[in-house]
């Protein structure tokens, strides 16, 4: 199994993305609120903690500006954070992760950015390299499970 | 090595496999343009859209995108990816493209600059970036305007469009993006003036942040002062600018429990919430890297104030405006902290 991980994770490395972007997207059949939930139960399931939810929307429309849901996930594993900020403070503003969730309508846009575009900063940091891509697969895979939701 | 032949062949399975369309569509088409085209963060796929089109100019607008106007290029997907995606979206009306002949139309681009600026300056700009913010129909745009003008200066457009192709479109206009046909105003021989004109347009140059900041991933400036000053020094300064601040965080705060947070690691968000609402029209991604954010960070006794290199940050998502908007925050953000560290 790890080795099948170790191939995985070299593979991300390997492999260029398919497209130039360097954000991780992806499109849900379910209703925002729904994605929102679930993401926030699968994200434990891959070692993370949620760190706390931003509400654009609720902000936007405290001024009067008109929104559809519109919310940002943080998401982090302290002993990372830790031990990135510990030699590199300049990441301290990309740290905890985050995940947008935007309504489309009856469906949701969930959006964040590929870490492995970071990996341009610290082209000779082999291990933040390796981290970037760790990263990147997490939310890959997350946001696999959220195109799987069914309509709700 | 019985198990890594199975291993590889797993591995390679896909790669042997004919591609599927639908899936590759789903996997890289359907987040911008959703799920059968109608349009989101990308431009709507209409029928009266893909019945103007050739084959040929949808594989090559997925190769080359239009940079700086959201649509990244595929330039990892392999011909046959490519051609299974065009497959995949021309069945959703059953019908073939056309077909346009690929030679060069013969014009004079001298004759077709007054006919472009009499006809077509008013939606596509003088330059041919096409007008009007952002694109797509997300979030709160009109809905009901549902295709922004092409940018024919774009370099992904230029390479993908055919003479052919865009004579046939004047001469039959886009009932969509509200295009008239020029079929009864402008000649054969005219359309072909402006196409060679169009030819002409080049895209307008980007500007970028400050050289000295380039290729670093933030903004970092030594603070003179302790920790709590400086942390109130950048409230203060962020107030003089114009942005709401939202009550500080700590950096591990959500992740560590109260007795474990490091305390000398604060996130100072704020936000101009006018400009918040004008800059999600222009792109609504541009959660991935919100709120603005400024840390100050006490380590090896020095207090550092950092915040993230907003300039290369807005080029991730490939949207010309909010690379401008980048640069102009640059500037906001660096006066912040300098004054907060002065």
Known sequence: MKILAGICLMLALMLPAQADQKLVMARSHAKAQHVMDVLKETLPEYGYSVAHVQRCDGGMAEFHYKSDFYRVVFFGKLEEVRRILADHPEMSPYLPLKIAVIAENDETVLAAMDPRALGAFFPDDKKLQLQFARWYNDIQAMLDEMRQLKKK | ?342
């Open chain 2, 1 to 342: 090595m019985k198990h890594l032949n199975w291993l590889l062949l797993l591995l390679c399975a896909p790669l042997l496999a004919a591609p599927d369309g639908k899936a590759l569509y789903e996997d890289n088409c359907s987040v911008c343009h959703h799920s059968r085209g109608e349009g989101g963060i990308g431009l709507p796929l209409t029928d009266e859209i893909l019945s103007q089109v050739s084959d040929d100019y949808i594989a090559k607008t997925i190769r080359h995108g239009r940079p700086g106007r959201i649509m990244p290029s595929f330039e990892a997907l392999s011909p046959a990816q490519v051609k299974a995606i065009v497959r995949y979206v021309r069945s959703w009306s059953g019908k073939p493209g056309p077909v346009f002949k690929t030679a060069k139309l013969k014009g004079d681009a001298k004759l077709g600059k007054p006919l472009y600026e009499k006809n077509c300056v008013r939606c596509h700009g003088k330059d041919g970036s096409g007008e009007g913010p952002g694109t797509g129909v997300t979030m709160s745009r009109e809905r009901t305007f549902m295709v922004m003008p092409a940018a024919l200066n774009n370099r992904g457009f230029q390479q993908s469009a055919s003479d052919a192709m865009i004579h046939d479109i004047i001469l039959s206009g886009r009932k969509v993006g509200g295009m008239p046909s020029f079929k009864s105003k402008l000649s054969d021989q005219e359309i072909s003036h402006v196409v060679a004109y169009l030819r002409t347009l080049k895209p307008p140059v980007i500007r970028q942040g400050m050289e000295e900041w380039r290729g670093k991933p933030a903004y970092i400036m030594e603070s003179p002062y302790d920790f709590d000053t400086t942390v109130e020094n950048v409230k203060q300064a962020l107030t003089g600018a114009n942005f709401r601040i939202f009550p500080q965080r700590y950096l591990e705060q959500g992740l560590a429990d109260e007795f474990s947070v490091n305390t000398r690691q604060v996130s100072i968000r704020f936000c101009n919430f006018k400009e918040l609402y004008h800059l999600l029209n222009i792109d609504p991604r541009l959660g991935t890297v919100l709120p603005c954010r400024i840390n100050v960070i006490e380590r090896d006794g020095k207090v550092l104030v950092i915040s993230a290199n907003v300039a290369q940050l807005a080029t991730l998502f490939n949207n010309q405006e909010l690379s401008e908007v980048g640069v102009l925050m640059e500037e906001v953000i660096l006066a912040v902290m300098e004054e907060a560290t002065l």
